[in-house]
């Protein structure tokens, strides 16, 4: 599976978007990208994901680019409910040998 | 509605004891995971099973192990705690491997 890239942490201030960049050079034809988030000591949450088109809904929109090497991860008005975590993560879709594997993530703060 | 659940939500375990985690679903779904999040680690996967009948080991299985009887449920167990397996424990589960997981909200262990 591809590896991402992220930066560790990103601040926001409330109502405004956060935009939290991806960046998955090695991604596969076929492998999605994938994001979570995980809030202070909750599960992880799943957010969107998407192969090459952009995708929005009800949480967030992902934009991907044209040649699909780097993603990003708009949350259009930020709240302080959404400090948290957030992974981006690139896997096969459907494959029973995919691993969810997760990295560092960035932890985003959104400020009052 | 219930989704996934893990008991017991907290736990401080003697070492050398026993310890078994409990993971339910109620989703149908074929896929099923145990991650620990140590801090500064991230989560890390243990083991993992496709569909009932089935696990495979993931990250760091050494020291735990799992069985996955039925379609619901895959239990977590500790042969004989040790201090390096204090951690917050994730049972997770998807449609299939590969899918939208879906987490549980943690077991806190403490062994001692």
């Known amino acids: 599976d591809a590896k991402t890239t992220q930066p560790p942490s990103m601040d926001c201030a409330e109502g405004r978007a956060a935009n939290l960049p991806c960046n998955h050079s090695?991604?596969?034809?076929?492998?999605?990208v994938y994001w979570y988030r995980q809030i202070h000591s909750q599960g992880p949450q799943y957010i969107i994901h998407g192969l090459k088109n952009n995708e929005t809904n009800e949480m967030a929109s992902l934009i991907i680019t044209e040649d699909r090497k780097s993603s990003t991860l708009i949350l259009p008005h930020a709240t302080l409910r959404d400090t948290a975590v957030y992974y981006c993560?690139?896997?096969?879709?459907?494959?029973?040998?995919?691993?969810?594997?997760f990295g560092k993530g960035t932890r985003l703060s959104v400020i009052a | 509605i219930a989704g996934i659940t893990q008991a017991p939500t907290s736990q401080i375990l003697a070492a050398g004891r026993r310890m078994t985690l409990r993971c339910t679903q109620d989703?149908?779904?074929?896929?099923m995971y145990w991650y620990r999040q140590d801090l500064g680690l991230g989560l890390r996967l243990i083991h993992y099973s496709n569909t009932a009948g089935t696990t495979g080991k993931g990250e760091v299985p050494d020291g735990y192990s799992v069985s996955r009887a039925n379609t619901d449920d895959f239990p977590l167990t500790l042969a004989s705690a040790v201090p390096s397996q204090t951690s917050v424990y994730f049972c997770?589960?998807?449609?299939?491997?590969?899918?939208?997981?879906?987490f549980g909200q943690g077991t806190r262990l403490t062994v001692v």
């Open positions: 993560i690139v896997i096969l879709r459907n494959s029973g040998n995919t691993p969810l594997v």
């Open positions: 090695t991604i596969s034809g076929n492998e999605y």
């Open positions: 997770a589960s998807s449609v299939v491997r590969g899918t939208e997981a879906f």
């Open positions: 989703m149908r779904h074929n896929a």
